[in-house]
């Protein structure tokens, strides 16, 4: 079963709108953290922000925002008033406990202007 | 602070040649992971070392792939011999510690795109 899923494959998104790029996971344990990375076309992973399973507030870093919903395990990444500098492949991903991140298939985000 | 350093960025091999990447990561890091990222997948984890000792190398194809990093610092990561399924990006990125669930980032360089004809 896939443990990290990614539902959308492309998306679009008109310049200065907010987009939500879903993640929900699979897992049974109860200390976990969840990422997300955006991999322009240049190829390098950026860290853009990070929850942790017993984090009580949803994750915010400047523009990006993580909807966390812990019943229904999904670890939304909210990008607030997009730039054409967004666009980009997105990548939700998953540690439990000390083991290696488990990565998503991605989102490629196309922000038009 | 200097970033996550890879080289060469690309490469262009036929079967059954062999190929090294290396990577420098950044200073003071303990940690350094080697992934492969085939086109329209995420990454996948080849080998994780702590300083210079493998951690984790369950999903590194040892009878082709191999590698080290001498005197826990700069790593490099062969293929011998290439096969056509081994075209991917192959991404190092590095992390201060690998240790917990604190929010600590891997730093990933900008990769080494690798076409195996």
């Known amino acids: 079963a896939q443990k990290i899923t990614q539902t959308q494959p492309g998306m679009f998104v008109q310049e200065k709108e907010a987009v939500t790029l879903d993640c929900t996971y699979d897992t049974s344990d109860q200390s976990y953290g969840l990422f997300w990375y955006k991999q322009p076309s240049s190829g390098e992973m950026i860290f853009l922000i990070y929850?942790?399973?017993?984090d009580e507030q949803n994750a915010t870093e400047g523009r990006y925002s993580l909807n966390f919903q812990k019943a229904r395990k999904s670890a939304n990444l909210v990008i607030s008033a997009s730039q054409l500098g967004d666009s980009a492949m997105y990548f939700c991903a998953m540690r439990e406990g000390n083991r290696k991140l488990i990565w998503g298939l991605g989102t490629s985000l196309a922000v038009n202007p | 602070e200097a970033g996550v350093a890879q080289s060469p960025r690309y490469k262009i091999i036929e079967k059954r040649q062999s190929v090294a990447f290396w990577c420098n990561p950044i200073?003071?890091?303990?940690?350094l992971y080697w992934y492969q990222q085939i086109l329209g997948q995420g990454p996948k984890l080849l080998i994780q070392?702590?300083?210079?000792?493998?951690?984790?190398d369950s999903q590194l194809p040892k009878d082709r792939f191999s590698a080290e990093r001498l005197k826990g610092v700069d790593s490099t990561l062969k293929i011998q011999p290439a096969k056509l399924e081994d075209s991917a990006v192959y991404l190092c990125?590095?992390?201060?510690?690998?240790?917990?669930?604190?929010?600590?980032?891997?730093?990933f360089g900008p990769g080494t795109r690798l076409t195996v004809t």
């Open positions: 929850q942790g399973s017993y």
């Open positions: 070392f702590q300083n210079n000792g493998v951690v984790d």
């Open positions: 200073s003071g890091h303990a940690t």
């Open positions: 990125a590095s992390a201060r510690t690998s240790g917990g669930l604190s929010s600590y980032e891997q730093y």
